[in-house]
């Protein structure tokens, strides 16, 4: 376990931000902390990270106690902000090379590493520019590679594509994968963007008012709690036999289509459509994590300005 | 690994995050062409127009009043330029650059010495634009004169850089801004003897004086320069380091310290 918290809990006066939160974290997996704006991600985040002490509990990382170790931890973490943290009025090159003197990387090895991580994220040909004239999507990409420039056993991710319209999105979501590969590393990241969670973690814990409400890998959260549904246009549909089958929860006719309900969500399309005689249109869905987080909290997800995040970092400073 | 090896090495790394931060401040100073052309011509319309205004009547005995108030005008370059340096942390504190450098291993304390040392430089560059003006208004440097007042601009700087991080450490917003320039900045400036003599001033304005630590940096830099001064080189350069030694500390205190 290269991070365990043990009912690590942040309080402020009157807001229980983190409340008992028990989690163990495997080395190389990627980690995904889902909930809404406001759940007590980036201030669990923080913790781990020891730019907040916790108010109780405690948790180590990568085998130091946060409360006593934090210098150490600091050495083998590296974090991504969703705020932009680079230098606007320095190059690329330049906030990589600032990186790699504060992180000690030895001074043998920093030019090497400077460039292996530009190339990394595809940002070699603009590393002389200053970062004023970046996109938000190589702004980010630039501070990805920073965070991995002194090969940190864990990279904190927070909201890493905040902001980024959907196109770039994708492309952050590439470059993650392939740090996560290439380096190795155990990726910690919160998002609410229900997608990022599904299509980049190994696991997902799923938070709200500063709880774990739900663990597991995504499919393995679609299962418990969403339904797939079935919709098809049949000629002769065998309803009774339909209605018999264990995995089916329920068969209402809608339209002159037929809709069922499955208990779980998976491969039974073909029995059912064997039931259902010659078919003209058949339709179905699969459970999104959104259903889950709309079953487990009862709600969607919140939203909150961006300048609420800011003040949450000038707090974690207080560390 | 041997511990003597392992705190080696930590304090290789905190001289490494040191170096970083002065690097970046440096670049910064130097690429924002702007700023330092302000700070420029900012002190030399003190010199040619208050200086040559006043000195066209008024003259300090064998000594013009531009040469006269020339180590005055210099202290007001480095006061204004290190003191807002500090106050900036303000800002970094909210975005960018310096949320990494928080997060990284470097303990509070080298942050501050990074800081405070790349406030140092944009001082001296700043001051070293201003002396290469003196010969213009009167003044002639030895190698003593130039050393003695580059010493007591260090000083100053440090000090100086250390009080504006030490108060920008401790503020929440920019509003704070203003005030530091009436309370501080201001009464710093205009009750050290930079523009007048302090041998006959009215009791109170002459304890106020006496009580604030650039008269004696002023005093120190005018002895060098121009053979006037009201106290011994000794006691100036002492009531300096007393200064950096004070504010350096407070300094790193607030930083320590700081949300």
């Known amino acids: 376990m290269i991070i365990r918290t043990f009912g690590i809990t942040k309080k402020y006066k009157n807001l229980t931000a983190v409340d008992h939160i028990d989690l163990s974290i495997e080395e190389g997996e990627i980690f995904g902390l889902l909930g809404p704006n406001g759940a007590g991600k980036t201030t669990l985040l923080s913790m781990l990270a020891t730019l907040l002490p916790p108010t109780e509990g405690t948790a180590t990382v990568n085998g130091y106690d946060v409360r006593r170790d934090p210098g150490k931890i600091r050495s083998s973490i590296g974090m991504v902000f969703q705020t932009p943290s680079s230098d606007d009025i320095l190059t690329g090159r330049e906030n990589l090379y600032l990186h790699a003197l504060m992180y000690g990387v030895p001074k043998e090895e920093r030019t090497k590493r400077i460039e292996e991580a530009l190339s990394l994220v595809d940002l070699t040909e603009r590393a002389g520019d200053l970062v004023k004239t970046y996109s938000g999507g190589m702004r980010r990409r630039l501070e990805l590679a920073r965070g991995l420039l002194h090969r940190p056993k864990i990279l904190f991710l927070d909201e890493p594509t905040l902001g980024l319209d959907p196109q770039t999105r994708q492309h952050i979501w590439d470059y993650i994968r392939r740090l996560a590969e290439e380096e190795s590393v155990t990726i910690i990241i919160t998002t609410h963007y229900m997608e990022e969670a599904d299509s980049l973690c190994d696991r997902v814990a799923i938070i709200d008012h500063g709880s774990v409400k739900a663990l597991d890998s995504p499919s393995g959260l679609k299962m418990k709690v969403g339904k797939s549904m079935i919709k098809a246009r049949a000629e002769r549909p065998d309803i009774d036999s339909i209605k018999r089958l264990p995995y089916v929860a329920g068969v209402s006719l809608e339209e002159g289509a037929v809709a069922i309900t499955l208990t779980e969500a998976g491969a039974h399309l073909q029995e059912i459509i064997s039931y259902l005689g010659v078919v003209s249109y058949v339709e179905l869905r699969e459970p999104t994590l959104n259903d889950v987080f709309l079953h487990i909290t009862g709600k969607g997800i919140r939203e909150e300005s961006p300048q609420e995040w800011t003040e949450a970092y000038v707090r974690a400073g207080s560390g | 690994m041997d511990r003597s090896i392992r705190e080696g090495w930590f304090w290789m790394n905190e001289l490494w995050g040191i170096y970083a931060l002065w690097y970046r401040e440096v670049k910064v100073f130097l690429r924002e062409k702007s700023r330092l052309v302000s700070s420029t011509i900012n002190p030399l319309i003190w010199l040619v127009a208050f200086g040559g205004g006043l000195g066209a009547s008024f003259s300090v005995g064998e000594t013009t009043y531009q040469a006269f108030i020339f180590p005055g005008v210099l202290m007001l370059v480095v006061l204004f330029t290190t003191i807002f340096f500090g106050l900036y942390v303000v800002w970094d504190k909210k975005i960018d650059f310096f949320k990494e450098v928080l997060v990284s291993p470097l303990t509070r304390t080298s942050i501050f010495v990074g800081k405070m040392l790349g406030g140092c430089t944009d001082g001296l560059i700043q001051s070293g634009i201003i002396i290469l003006f003196g010969p213009i208004f009167g003044i ?120």
């Open chain 2, 140 to 259: 002639t440097y030895t190698p003593y004169s130039l050393g003695i007042t580059l010493l007591f601009v260090l000083l100053l700087a440090m000090g100086t850089t250390s009080l504006g991080l030490a108060i920008g450490s401790q503020m929440t917003s920019f509003e704070g801004f203003g005030l530091v320039q009436s309370l501080v900045i201001m009464p710093l400036f205009f009750l050290s003897g930079a523009l007048y003599e302090i041998g006959n001033l009215p009791a109170w304005l002459g304890a106020v004086t006496y009580a604030n630590p650039l008269t004696y940096i002023v005093d120190g830099m005018r002895g060098a320069l121009l053979g006037i001064s009201s106290f011994p080189m000794a006691l100036d350069l002492g009531v300096a380091l007393a200064y950096v030694v004070l504010l350096v500390a407070i300094g790193t205190i607030s930083f320590e310290r700081m949300t």
